[in-house]
């Protein structure tokens, strides 16, 4: 340790805190990743609820517009 100047101590503690910093940013970009994946499980529940509840209303328009039909088809049939 005697061996190494003054200057050089000031580069090994730079380099170091680098390091440091490096793998603490790379700590907390992976905590945040694993975040947003868990927000999107819960996105594509939602999702999928939407969608079977868009289905359904789909579903009862679809047999509107059968009734429809057919009523139209009986008024034009009256003479």
Same mark, same amino acid.
């Given at each position: 340790m005697d061996n190494i100047p003054w200057f050089a101590w000031i580069a090994i503690v730079? =380099? =170091?805190?680098g390091v440091t910093s490096s793998i603490v940013a790379a700590v907390l970009r992976s905590r945040e990743k694993q975040a947003e994946f868990a927000g999107a499980a819960d996105l594509r529940g939602l999702v999928e609820q939407s969608t079977a509840s868009n289905q359904a209303v789909l579903d009862r328009l679809a047999l509107l517009e059968l009734r429809l039909d057919s009523i139209e088809r009986t008024l034009t049939d009256i003479p």
């Open positions: 730079g =380099i =170091i805190a």
